[in-house]
């Protein structure tokens, strides 16, 4: 069999990275680079049961998902303050990355302080379904859309 001239073969590849492009951690990040970047605030409060500022301990172990996700089991916080909902100091929670199109999010990193929006999923495991960075500016953002969503 003959192999595929070399402009085919990078134009497989070429095709196949433009739907599914890798990611690469980085410490920090912007609030649209985190999972549930396409997830407005109003609505991401509006949607979750549990709203904690934690540290993020350990990212959980990686397990198949959809095609441009990669999904993390048992990723465990240590719970700083609660904003909505109750939990009990520490957390274990699923967090979906997701990259593809025009989303190309990166997961959060060991150490790093975040704001957790969490919900159950279909299978009543609680997912973090949005991730910010734990700042100054996103405490208020949050604390202004909670006593928004309140009236």
């Known amino acids: 069999m003959k192999s595929p001239t070399p402009s085919i073969a990078l134009f497989i590849s070429a095709a ?5 492009p890798m990611t690469s951690v980085q410490a920090g990040g912007n609030i ?3 999972p549930g970047s396409q997830i407005q605030l109003v609505d991401a409060v509006r949607k979750a049961t549990i709203i904690d500022a934690a540290v993020l301990v350990k990212l959980g172990y990686e397990v198949l998902s959809a095609p441009g996700q990669v999904a993390y089991e048992g990723s465990i916080f240590k719970i700083r303050k609660i904003f909505k909902g109750g939990n009990n100091g520490a957390g274990s929670v699923r967090i979906i990355v997701e990259s593809h199109g025009d989303i190309h999010e990166t997961e959060p990193t060991e150490g790093n302080e975040y704001i957790l929006f969490i919900s159950p999923d279909d299978d009543k495991r609680l997912k973090a379904f949005k991730i910010i960075p734990d700042t100054e500016s996103n405490l208020s953002k949050v604390t202004a859309a909670i006593a928004s969503a309140r009236q």
């Open 32 to 34: 649209s680079s985190f």
């Open 16 to 20: 196949f990275f433009a739907f599914f």
